[in-house]
């Protein structure tokens, strides 16, 4: 058995494998003898083993003989002269048996006398020509004592080949006792003799090889602890040993060299380590000091601002009058400069807002009275001021007039001019925070009511303002979760040319059918719906949902009429950055043509910001689409602006129709509103239309399109359906 010695003397190594291989042979040597002589004397041991099982087995074959034997006797017994064939058959059948096991047992071993078998045969022959010769119509009483009498023969003959069995039996059973004791004896003296040779091995191989090997264990361990010692051995030891002495001691000396060279590098490598944890501590003194800091404008960070105001809130209970406020500020509209002019351009906003802040700031502090202001950016386009040590609860929203005011001149930003405005939340710290938390979340509060209320507003935090956020929020969540279940719907109010009295469009209009409440009217959930902001999310929806049904009627009802859908759009759809590519996907997924899709604003939304609105009609207008003002006349159109704007639809509102009814003096108004269309190359529809007596004013006014529960209330789109495949018709102008 090779070993690795390839840091031995090559002579060495050869005399320890050889001294190893005499070892391992003569144990290998014995093992193999002990095995020999166990395999002969286990074969011996099987073989009378065997020789056993096979008298044992015929000794049960004769035991079946003499019980068969005994069967004939019986039967032999109770025949008589005038016994039938049947009786004779049961005789014939045990003799046929008790033939065959007679032939079985003569063509084995036969470990028992041969004479008294082939007697039983004898006896066993005469019984069966007897018996066949009744079967065969033989009655003879003499013939009959015959039988009986070869029966009583065989059955003794019988009984002496048992004695015979039980005799072989007995023996072999002797034989293998004898030999399984002889053989364990043999075992005993082999086991003795090879442990006897292995414990002299044992100890020649101590004496000249394990003790000197421990001796030099013993000698390397003080080696290792610093001492000069050569290894010395006792006489007789082997050479082989003697030369591994030699070879340690120079062993020693060159671990003590290399030792040497080691705890040089080491002390290196300390140096190196103190070196490096130096620069690292330096490292995290400026990681520390940036996680106060925000790492893109500088201002402080929101860490660092609600430290600040723990400490507010300590020197507040250490003297009475002590006031502070936070002011939470969200730039308006910064989510579409990111969205639509890239990150890059949103960053660089950021800063300058945060700079014309801390400008302003520095000037405040010599105009209002207050010990200290923080400025700290809090979020992505989140600001947040702290105003310590103020003399009065007014001097708080005037800065956050004059942060609003900061805001109002334009930023000019890589060529681009960018206008924004702010959403400022106020909590004063005694209107009941206790805590830095507690404050940061009332100023929060505030903000978000800000915005809600729309862009550019401030907002002091009253008592009960979260739990309206709260429940604000409670609101959106109910808003989008029945939007994911499938509670919205939406159904469908046909709008009827006037001049061929055939539905030429549906208007789609939103249903919610909650589980719980039951049918929400749109008057509750729409305003809910843009308060919290999910009327993006459900006026996309439904803008795929009425393209698509507008696809599926068009190809089912493939009769040449142009059929359209109008669809109502929030001001926080046409707000939105990615308004425009959205109609551009649907239209694409939808497959129906763009001139087929009718785009309701509201005239507030269209007026509040036309310059801005502007620009998204003029896109909308481009891809194909038409735009409707609806509810005209409810607000305070500037004409100055209706005519530069994309508009190719006035939707007079159903309170014009109320009043239509009530005084015909509204007539001149809806003419007026048709004149003032026609100038501006618009069309006209009327909403509310309700009776036969309506129809027929409005088209005499020269309206183009008109609407109301006369014609139809809002419908599902299978009875929708139902009306376009009837070709529903109403009486047309003229």
């Not at 060279?261 to 330096?282: C, F, I, N």
């Not at 109609?583 to 009718?598: F, N, P, S, W, Y």
């Amino acid at each position: 058995m090779p070993i690795n010695t390839g840091y031995l003397d090559p002579g060495l190594s050869v005399r320890i494998q050889h001294h190893l291989s005499i070892i391992l042979f003569v144990a290998v040597v014995g093992a193999i003898s002990l095995a020999a002589a166990v395999g002969v004397l286990m074969g011996g041991l099987e073989d009378a083993a065997l020789v056993y099982g096979r008298a044992v087995d015929q000794h049960r074959q004769v035991e079946q003989l003499v019980a068969e034997g005994g069967a004939l006797l019986d039967t032999a017994a109770g025949i008589t002269p005038r016994s039938g064939t049947e009786s004779f058959g049961v005789a014939d059948r045990v003799i046929t048996q008790s033939m065959a096991t007679l032939t079985d047992l003569r063509r084995a071993d036969v470990l028992f006398d041969p004479q008294t078998l082939l007697n039983a045969r004898l006896a066993l022959d005469r019984c069966r020509d007897l018996a066949n010769g009744r079967s065969v119509g033989v009655q003879h009483p003499d013939d009959l004592e015959v039988f009986r009498r070869s029966a009583a023969q065989y059955v003794s003959a019988l009984a002496e080949v048992e004695l015979s069995a039980v005799a072989a039996v007995s023996h072999q059973g002797r034989s293998v006792a004898r030999r399984r004791r002889v053989i364990m004896l043999l075992i005993g003296a082999i086991c003795f003799a090879y442990l006897a040779l292995i414990e002299r091995v044992r100890h020649w191989t101590t004496r000249h090889l394990i003790d000197p090997m421990q001796n030099l264990a013993d000698t390397a361990r003080q080696i290792m602890t610093g001492k000069t010692i050569s290894p010395l051995l006792e006489a007789g030891h082997t050479e082989e040993l003697t030369t591994l002495a030699g070879m340690l001691s120079s062993f020693a000396e060159t671990l003590k060299t290399n030792v040497r060279t080691r705890t040089a590098q080491v002390v290196r490598q300390k140096e190196l380590l103190e070196t490096e944890v130096r620069v690292r501590r330096r490292a995290e003194q400026e990681l520390r000091y940036s996680a106060l800091r925000d790492r893109l404008t500088g201002l402080c960070s929101r860490d660092l601002l609600m430290d600040r105001i723990g400490q507010c809130f300590a020197r507040a209970r250490g003297r009475d009058g002590c006031r502070f406020a936070l002011l939470v500020v969200d730039v308006d509209r910064f989510s579409e400069v990111n969205d639509s002019l890239g990150r890059l351009i949103g960053d660089q906003l950021v800063i300058a807002v945060a700079d014309r802040f801390r400008s302003w700031l520095e000037e405040l502090a010599m105009v209002i009275d207050v010990e200290s202001a923080s400025l700290a950016r809090i979020g992505g386009d989140d600001f947040a001021v702290l105003l310590d040590g103020l003399a009065t609860r007014d001097d708080a929203g005037a800065v956050a007039q004059r942060l609003e005011e900061a805001l109002a001149e334009p930023f000019h930003l890589q060529g681009n001019t960018l206008n924004v405005s702010a959403s400022v939340g106020i909590a004063l710290a005694e209107d009941g925070a206790e805590t830095a938390e507690e404050l940061m979340r009332n100023a929060d509060a505030a903000m978000h009511f800000a915005k809600a209320g729309g862009k550019g507003r401030l907002v002091v935090f009253r008592p009960g303002m979260s739990d309206e956020v709260s429940a604000r929020d409670d609101r959106a969540a109910a808003l989008r979760r029945a939007l994911d279940l499938g509670h919205f719907s939406v159904v469908y109010q046909p709008i009827v040319s006037l001049e061929t009295g055939r539905i030429c469009g549906f208007e789609a209009l939103t249903r919610w059918d909650d589980p719980d409440r039951g049918p929400v009217s749109p008057v509750e959930f729409i305003p809910e719906a843009e308060e919290t902001g999910v009327i993006v999310e459900l006026g996309r929806w439904v803008l795929r949902q009425a393209c698509r049904q507008l696809n599926s009627w068009q190809g089912e009802l493939a009769d040449g009429r142009h059929l359209s859908i109008a669809v109502n759009v929030s001001q926080h759809q046409l707000a939105h950055p990615t308004f425009v590519k959205e109609i551009r996907q649907v239209l694409r997924e939808t497959g129906i043509k763009a001139a087929d899709l009718k785009l309701e604003i509201t005239e507030s939304v269209i007026m509040e910001k036309p310059d801005e609105v502007a620009d998204v009609l003029g896109q909308l207008r481009a891809l194909g689409t038409e735009i409707h003002m609806d509810d005209f006349g409810t607000g305070y159109s500037s004409l100055s602006y209706l005519h530069r704007l994309p508009i190719d639809v006035l939707k007079i509102d159903r309170a014009f129709m109320n009043s239509l009814s009530a005084n015909t003096d509204y007539a001149d108004v809806v003419h007026t509103v048709v004149a003032l269309a026609r100038t501006l190359r618009m069309r006209v529809t009327v909403e509310g239309v309700e009776s036969e007596e309506q129809l027929v004013q409005v088209r005499a006014l020269g309206c183009d399109f008109a609407q109301g529960f006369y014609f139809s209330e809002p419908v599902e789109p299978d009875e929708a359906r139902a009306m376009l495949v009837a070709k529903r018709r109403w009486p047309a102008a003229a």
